[in-house]
């Protein structure tokens, strides 16, 4: 699957803006965990999700980049 359509399975289309669909919080962590791509989008939607999985994270950048965002997160 191409990341639109990852994406697609774990946005709730009917919240306004792009929102992960609450139930399915863990699912798109663990996808988050196999592709990048849908790790850094995650972390721009909810940075939270990635952080409360059980997912773990093994590059250190992505750490870091996790680490801002959810201080960016609190910030907003």
Known sequence: MN???????VINPMMPGRQL????R???AWLAA???QVFREIM???PEVLLQSDTAIHDQQLK????EALFEFYDD
């Not at 870091?64 to 680490?67: A, F, G, I």
């Open 3 to 9: 990341f639109q359509q990852i994406m697609s399975l």
């Open 21 to 24: 669909a609450w139930q399915l």
């Open 26 to 28: 863990e699912e798109a």
């Open 34 to 36: 196999m592709n990048p």
């Open 44 to 46: 721009t939607i909810n």
């Open 64 to 67: 870091e980049q996790l680490v």
